[in-house]
Every structure is written in structure tokens, then in C-alpha cells.
């Protein structure tokens, strides 16, 4: 509902749900990770590399159309293996890289076909691909890293990455866009929005 009234962009859009995160650990629904400094220092990549995905996912969003985002972000696995053979040196066999032929050649077809195709659009969608399967490999390489008795597992993990690229985007959503977040809240308001509402 707020996206909709307060058209903010996108380092905004990428703050403002992730302080949900929190309540989880605070309400006990799950174990609160104790991370030691060093632990710590390790997931800051992990929320820089979510972070920046996040933003190039919206850059995508807001310079083509929907379908050809998803077309282009369909070869997303197709990344994760290649980086799951570079970091974890996982061999993948023949007949799984085979399965991913024809999500490659569809991904040709639709993108030849896409009367909307542009450079940013697939630039953006490409980068953004890149960044969370670079995200996903690289989180089972630290995850290793991290003792069992910090309560870091797969939910915990990625909630700390997120608050971490919330940490990361807050400055640059600071800069781009606070000059002009006065003006779009004061405009939902007068369009009729309630400011308990939003």
C-alpha cells in the first residue's frame, strides 16, 4: 500500500521492508544469532553483494518490462552452477547441465523476440543474476565458517545478510533520495492518503 501511495525509488523500496527482520528475534519465533566480531566482518560482503542486487533488480524493473526481467533472470541457475564450480568445486554432471540447455536457448529465443529488449534493462537483470547467485555460493562458504552454537542457520543467515544490505543501502537511499522524500509523502497526503496509513 505504501509503494503505491509513496512512489519511492529504489534504495527506498529496498530499506523499508527489511525492518520486519528483526521481530523475529525479538518475539523468540527463532534463536537470536551471537555472531562474534569476526563472524561478522565475514557477512559484510554477503549484505554488499544483496544490497546492490536488490538496487540492480529495481534499476531492471524501472528500465524494461517485467517479462523480459524475468526472461533474462530464468539463467540464474544456470550462474549459480558456474559459481557453485568456481568457489565450492562442485562438479556438476552432465545430465544436470544438460537440463539447462533449453532454459538457455529459451532465454535466447524470448530475448531476440522482446520488441521491449534494451541494453540497461538487460545489463541490470543480468548484474542482478549475477550478484544473489554470487550471494547464494558465497553464503555456504562463510556459512562453513561460523560456529554451530552462533544459531546461524539458513533463515538466520539470510536475515543477517539482509539487515547487512539494509545497513549498506541506507546511506545511498540517504543521498539519492531523501531530497525528495518530503515532497512524495507530502503528495500521498494530499492525494488522500492518511499518514496513519501509509
Not at 529504489?10 to 525479538?26: K, P, V
Not at 539458513?154 to 547487512?164: E, F, M, R, W
Given at each position: 500500500?505504501l509503494a503505491l501511495a509513496v512512489p519511492?525509488?529504489?534504495?527506498?523500496?529496498?530499506?523499508?521492508?527489511?525492518?520486519?527482520?528483526?521481530?523475529?528475534?525479538?518475539?523468540?519465533?527463532?534463536?537470536?544469532?551471537?555472531?562474534?566480531?569476526?563472524?561478522?566482518?565475514?557477512?559484510?560482503?554477503?549484505?554488499?553483494l544483496h544490497g546492490v542486487g536488490q538496487?540492480?533488480?529495481?534499476?531492471?524493473?524501472?528500465?524494461?518490462?517485467?517479462?523480459?526481467?524475468?526472461?533474462?533472470?530464468?539463467?540464474?541457475p544456470l550462474i549459480n552452477v558456474f559459481?557453485?564450480?568456481?568457489?565450492?568445486?562442485?562438479?556438476?554432471?552432465?545430465?544436470?547441465?544438460?537440463?539447462?540447455?533449453?532454459?538457455?536457448?529459451?532465454?535466447?529465443?524470448?530475448?531476440?523476440?522482446?520488441?521491449?529488449?534494451?541494453?540497461?534493462?538487460?545489463?541490470?537483470?543480468?548484474?542482478?543474476?549475477?550478484?544473489?547467485?554470487?550471494?547464494?555460493?558465497?553464503?555456504?562458504?562463510?556459512?562453513?565458517?561460523?560456529?554451530?552454537?552462533?544459531?546461524?542457520?539458513?533463515?538466520?543467515?539470510?536475515?543477517?545478510?539482509?539487515?547487512?544490505?539494509?545497513?549498506?543501502?541506507?546511506?545511498?537511499?540517504?543521498?539519492?533520495?531523501?531530497?525528495?522524500?518530503?515532497?512524495?509523502?507530502?503528495?500521498?497526503?494530499?492525494?488522500?492518503?492518511?499518514?496513519?496509513?501509509?
Amino acid at each position: 500500500r505504501l509503494a503505491l501511495a509513496v512512489p519511492y525509488g529504489g534504495c527506498t523500496s529496498c530499506n523499508r521492508h527489511r525492518i520486519y527482520l528483526a521481530h523475529m528475534w525479538i518475539l523468540r519465533v527463532r534463536a537470536t544469532p551471537e555472531l562474534h566480531h569476526i563472524e561478522l566482518l565475514k557477512l559484510i560482503p554477503l549484505g554488499m553483494l544483496h544490497g546492490v542486487g536488490q538496487l540492480v533488480t529495481v534499476l531492471s524493473l524501472g528500465s524494461g518490462s517485467l517479462s523480459f526481467v524475468h526472461v533474462v533472470k530464468a539463467l540464474e541457475p544456470l550462474i549459480n552452477v558456474f559459481f557453485a564450480m568456481v568457489f565450492l568445486g562442485d562438479l556438476v554432471p552432465v545430465s544436470v547441465m544438460l537440463t539447462l540447455l533449453p532454459v538457455v536457448v529459451g532465454v535466447s529465443i524470448a530475448s531476440s523476440a522482446d520488441m521491449s529488449f534494451s541494453w540497461s534493462c538487460f545489463g541490470s537483470a543480468m548484474g542482478s543474476s549475477v550478484l544473489f547467485s554470487l550471494r547464494g555460493v558465497l553464503s555456504k562458504v562463510v556459512a562453513k565458517g561460523i560456529r554451530p552454537e552462533a544459531s546461524v542457520g539458513p533463515d538466520n543467515l539470510i536475515s543477517v545478510i539482509t539487515i547487512g544490505a539494509s545497513v549498506t543501502t541506507l546511506p545511498i537511499a540517504v543521498v539519492l533520495e531523501g531530497p525528495i522524500a518530503q515532497s512524495r509523502w507530502n503528495a500521498a497526503v494530499a492525494a488522500g492518503s492518511q499518514p496513519a496509513d501509509l
